[in-house]
Antibody, heavy 122, light 108 residues
Framework: QVQLQESGPGLVKPSGTLSLTCAVS?????????WTWVRQPPGKGLEWIGE???????KYSTSLKSRVTISVDKSKNQFSLNLSSVTAADTAVYYC???????????????WGRGTRVTVSS | EIVLTQSPGTLSLSPGERATLSCRAS???????LAWYQQKPGQAPRLLIY???RRATGFPDRFSGSGSGTDFTLTISRLEPEDFAVYYC?????????FGQGTKVEIK
């Protein structure tokens, strides 16, 4: 069964960099899927951050593009999120998810991690 | 980017009633690549509907999706206690992917 597990610091200082990792089990990071980050501020809706294919190709949210880097580590079967210059507005639960890909279309999110809460505060 | 507007924001219903949730897109959703997710408090979203009308594994047939182009609907024919949750629509036909703001289905 496919499982995704987020990990990383729960507290990040303003102007710092938020770094999270998503460990994938039950599937290969090199399979035909894109690997995605989504976040949810407290009491609010879902926001797509960006995603990566095992080749290293990435897609990012327009609003976050200047601060986001997503990378993949095939040897560890995991992918990571770095978000720089964080402010309180970046406080959220961060989810990783899988999106199937048929070489034409990147589809819906069929598997999700449980999420990790990150607070930006001094 | 495609903006998805969900209505109503909150739906107050009793168990056994029918729930109708709307998702309207600012432009046509390519190939009806529209998904719905269910999210319960403290849990990750869970894929419910994809391709506008295809039900994901594990959900009963009281859940159905319909629509095309810019107007989509999620219907729950008879609400069960476990169906009270927040529902999000999401389009994946055009980058960037976008979500609606969610509809909360609460117990009346």
């Amino acid at each position: 069964q496919v499982q995704l597990q987020e990990s990383g610091p729960g507290l990040v200082k303003p102007s710092g960099t938020l770094s999270l990792t998503c460990a994938v089990s039950g599937d290969s990071i090199s399979s035909s899927n894109w690997w995605t980050w989504v976040r949810q501020p407290p009491g609010k809706g879902l926001e797509w951050i960006g995603e990566i294919y095992h080749s290293g190709s990435t897609k990012y949210s327009t609003s976050l593009k200047s601060r986001v880097t997503i990378s993949v580590d095939k040897s560890k079967n995991q992918f990571s999120l770095n978000l720089s210059s964080v402010t309180a507005a970046d406080t959220a639960v961060y989810y990783c998810a899988r999106a199937p890909y048929d070489y034409v279309t990147v589809y819906y999110f069929d598997y999700w991690g449980r999420g990790t809460r990150v607070t930006v505060s001094s | 980017e495609i903006v998805l507007t969900q209505s109503p924001g909150t739906l107050s219903l009793s168990p056994g009633e029918r729930a109708t949730l709307s998702c309207r897109a600012s432009q046509s959703v390519s190939s009806d690549y529209l998904a719905w997710y269910q999210q319960k408090p403290g849990q990750a979203p869970r894929l419910l509907i994809y391709g506008a009308s295809r039900r994901a594994t594990g959900f009963p047939d009281r859940f159905s999706g319909s629509g095309s182009g810019t107007d989509f609907t999620l219907t729950i024919s008879r609400l069960e206690p476990e169906d009270f949750a927040v529902y999000y629509c999401q389009q994946y036909g055009t980058s960037p992917r976008t979500f609606g703001q969610g509809t909360k289905v609460e117990i009346k």
